[in-house]
């Protein structure tokens, strides 16, 4: 499973950034796609994630400013950020996990390039 995630950059405080990832090579479905992130000296983190049955998932302190959502006919899944705040700037890692390809089940998680937000106070 290869992830190419997009979006990201500079944004102001209280401003709105979108990051796009999309999800190739030989499987059949995916569990969960989503998004990790890393601030430097910490340790990497949830932000949200969004299963194949249409449930998600969000890190406490995101919830009410970031939006994940799906489009499983492209494999692809969208993180809306809004309401940004400096404490949000970060490495953001796609990941995928639950890989199906046919009958045959995976439950490795794959990760992304990573693609930096950066919040200015």
């Known amino acids: 499973v290869q992830l190419q995630a997009s979006g990201g950059g500079l944004a102001q405080t209280g401003g709105s950034l979108r990051l796009s990832c999309t999800a190739s090579g030989s499987f059949s479905s995916i569990n969960s796609l989503g998004w990790h992130r890393q601030a430097p000296k910490k340790e990497r983190e949830l932000v949200a994630m969004a299963t194949s049955a249409g449930d998600t998932n969000y890190a406490e302190v995101v919830k009410g400013r970031f939006t994940i959502t799906r489009d499983r006919a492209k494999n692809t899944v969208y993180l809306q950020m809004n309401s940004l705040k400096p404490e949000d700037t970060a490495t953001y890692y796609c990941?995928?996990?639950?890989?199906?390809?046919?009958?045959?089940?995976?439950?490795?998680?794959?990760w992304g390039q990573g693609t930096q937000v950066t919040v200015s106070s």
């Open positions: 990941t995928a996990a639950g890989i199906w390809k046919g009958e045959a089940f995976s439950g490795n998680r794959y």
